[in-house]
């Protein structure tokens, strides 16, 4: 089967403009998670959805960051405006059910300058 | 934060030892899986272990879980150059609550 999909692999940009980040889970996946990976740390959980409901958002910055993820396939995330502190590894994931594996996309690497 | 700890933060071995990392986990868990991540990519599932369970084997991989002490294990044995990564454990809790730990970067020198 085809892997988590993201693009763009790679995006700089220049503080307070917007970037969107995009993701296709694994056909059949109902689950779908955006997290952030600063260097040398572990994933953090930014948002969860289930179908189309966003059912774990607790830790996404709402100020700035928002996510959408129609007919419950594919999934963008957005960050407007961006700041520094922004620069990380935003990572797409998908699974089958909620405690179940999680299947990582290769991610978008984001540098704010 | 409620990332787990992992250790060592990095280690390096001789290819053909065996590496040893550990995880610790704060709350009591439904299930606690390990995951690899080569340098610039994304995340890969390696195995996954139940709260009713002691020990897994895959492949060279063996995982022990001690449910008392709230830590788990990571065995790789046999290492080989291609298994230099970051490896990183997820406790999962109720609710599918999921919290990756900090990580072990493997260095394998072949």
């Known amino acids: 089967e085809a892997g988590v999909v993201q693009s763009p692999r790679y995006k700089i940009i220049e503080k307070k403009q917007p970037v969107a980040f995009w993701c296709n889970p694994i056909s059949g996946h109902n689950t779908l998670y955006w997290y952030r990976q600063n260097l040398g740390q572990g994933p953090e959980l930014l948002i969860r959805?289930?179908?189309?409901?966003?059912?774990?958002d607790s830790q996404l910055p709402k100020d700035r960051f928002s996510a959408e993820r129609l007919k419950g396939v594919d999934s963008t995330l957005k960050i407007q405006p961006a700041e520094l502190g922004d620069s990380a590894v935003y990572l797409c994931?998908?699974?089958?059910?909620?405690?179940?594996?999680?299947?990582f996309g290769p991610g978008t690497r984001l540098t704010v300058l | 934060s409620q990332q787990g700890e992992e250790d060592p933060q990095a280690l390096s071995i001789q290819e053909g030892e065996n590496a040893t990392m550990n995880c610790s986990y704060k709350t009591s868990i439904n299930n606690l899986q390990w995951y690899r991540q080569n340098s610039g990519r994304g995340l890969v599932h390696l195995i996954l272990?139940?709260?009713?369970?002691r020990e897994k084997h895959s492949g060279r991989l063996r995982v022990t879980l001690d449910t008392s002490k709230k830590s788990s294990s990571l065995l790789i044995t046999a290492s080989r150059a291609a298994d230099t990564a970051s490896y990183f454990c997820?406790?999962?809790?109720?609710?599918?609550?999921?919290?990756f730990g900090t990580g072990t970067s493997l260095t394998v020198i072949p």
């Open positions: 959805y289930e179908n189309e409901e966003a059912v774990d």
């Open positions: 272990i139940r709260s009713n369970e």
């Open positions: 997820a406790s999962v809790h109720t609710g599918n609550q999921f919290y």
């Open positions: 994931a998908s699974s089958r059910r909620g405690g179940g594996p999680r299947f």
